[in-house]
C-alpha cells in the first residue's frame, strides 16, 4: 500500500481500537447480561472472555500488505471473542471462507493475508439472533448502544473502503437480516445513506454525522475524567478530533447516545481519497458463509459462460439492488 494508505490505515485501526475500549468501559452490565444469556441457552456453554471485540488481526496488516477486499459479517460469535483468538471470522463461517478463496483461486486473493474483515456490530453474542435477546434484557439503553455500534460500524467501513477505494471491494455477508425491521437495519440504513450521498461522504471532516436518537440511554453515561485510555476514544469519536490531540473533556460522555458515536477520528483524507471518490458498484451483498450458504448460492448460480468474478459480481449485485436499493 502507498504511504498515504498506511497512515489513514494505521490512524482508523487506533481509532476504532479505543472506541472498542471505550464502548466496553461504558457498558458494565454487558458481561453479566452475557453470561446470563449463554448460561440460558441450549447451545453449549463456554467462559465469557470478550464481550465487546476488536478484530486483532487487523494488526497484522503490514505495509507491504496488498487489500485486495474489505468483507464485513455480523459480530463475533464464540470463537471470536476467546482470549486466544480475538480475531473476526475464525470459527466454522471463517473456515468456510477460506475454503471459498482456496478453491477459486483465479480470485487472486489470499482470505487470511489480503482480506480485511469487519463486523456490523462489534458486540458479542453466542449466535447473531442472540443480539435481540441481549438487547431485551439489557433494556432500552443496551438496544440503544448496540444501535449506536451499528452507525458506527458503517461509517468504520465507509472509511476504510475509502482508503482502500482503488484496489478493494466492499462486501458485505449476510443480507437476511439487513433492512426494517431487522437486527442491523441501522447498519443498512447508514450504509445506504453514506453510498448514496445523504450524508457527508468524508467522515474526518469533522462534519455533523449524529444519527437520530431513539432513546436518551442516560444510564450509560461514562466519566471522561476517569477512564484512562477511553477517554481519548470517547473525545475523538464525540467531537472529531485530531487523533494526535484529543481535545480534553470535562463533563461525563454518553457512549450510547448518537453524539458519543456519531464519527470517527478527524482522520485527514488524501485528495485521491475525497468524496465520491467510492464507486457504489463496488458494493456487493452476499449469503452467509454459514451453512455452506454463499458456496451453494455461487454454485446455482453459476452460469457456464460466466467467470467466477462476473458470477459473484451479479449475485452481489441483484442483493444489493434488492436490500439497498441500487
Not at 481509532?15 to 449463554?38: G, M, N
Not at 500488505?65 to 463475533?76: E, F, Q, Y
Not at 464507486?279 to 454463499?294: A, C, E, I
Request: charged share 20%; net charge neutral; hydrophobic share 40%.
Amino acid at each position: 500500500m502507498t504511504e498515504t494508505q498506511w497512515t489513514q490505515f494505521n490512524m482508523l485501526k487506533e481509532s476504532y481500537k479505543r472506541y472498542v475500549d471505550a464502548l466496553s468501559r461504558a457498558l458494565p452490565q454487558l458481561p453479566r447480561l452475557l453470561t446470563d444469556l449463554i448460561g440460558g441457552r441450549a447451545g453449549p456453554s463456554y467462559p465469557l472472555e470478550t464481550p465487546v471485540v476488536y478484530n486483532s488481526a487487523l494488526d497484522d496488516v503490514q505495509k507491504e500488505s496488498t487489500i485486495k477486499l474489505i468483507l464485513v459479517a455480523d459480530n463475533p460469535g464464540r470463537r471470536e471473542q476467546s482470549a486466544a483468538e480475538r480475531r473476526y471470522l475464525v470459527g466454522p463461517s471463517g473456515k468456510l471462507a477460506d475454503n471459498f478463496f482456496k478453491q477459486h483461486p483465479e480470485l487472486n486473493i489470499d482470505f487470511r493475508q489480503q482480506v480485511l474483515i469487519l463486523n456490523k456490530t462489534p458486540i458479542h453474542t453466542p449466535r447473531t439472533i442472540d443480539l435481540r435477546d441481549l438487547a431485551r434484557l439489557g433494556g432500552d439503553n443496551l438496544a440503544e448502544a448496540i444501535r449506536n455500534s451499528q452507525i458506527y460500524m458503517a461509517r468504520l467501513i465507509y472509511r476504510c473502503h475509502q482508503i482502500f477505494a482503488r484496489e478493494a471491494e466492499l462486501w458485505i455477508i449476510g443480507y437476511s437480516e439487513m433492512g426494517r425491521g431487522k437486527l442491523f437495519e441501522a447498519f443498512t440504513e447508514e450504509i445506504r445513506a453514506l453510498y448514496t450521498g445523504q450524508t457527508p461522504a468524508d467522515l474526518s471532516a469533522g462534519a455533523d454525522l449524529t444519527p437520530t436518537p431513539l432513546s436518551a440511554g442516560a444510564g450509560l453515561a461514562v466519566s471522561v475524567a476517569s477512564t484512562g485510555a477511553a477517554s481519548a476514544a470517547l473525545s475523538d469519536v464525540a467531537a472529531g478530533a485530531a487523533l494526535s490531540a484529543p481535545p480534553a473533556l470535562a463533563a461525563p460522555v454518553n457512549i450510547a447516545s448518537p453524539t458519543a458515536l456519531a464519527t470517527p477520528a478527524n482522520v485527514a483524507a488524501p485528495p485521491a481519497l475525497a468524496e465520491n471518490s467510492i464507486s457504489s458498484q463496488k458494493v456487493y451483498l452476499y449469503r452467509h458463509f454459514s451453512m455452506n450458504q454463499f458456496s451453494v448460492d455461487f454454485s446455482k448460480q453459476k452460469k457456464p459462460e460466466d467467470s467466477t468474478q462476473e458470477t459473484l459480481h451479479r449475485i452481489g449485485s441483484q442483493y444489493r439492488k434488492c436490500i439497498l436499493g441500487w
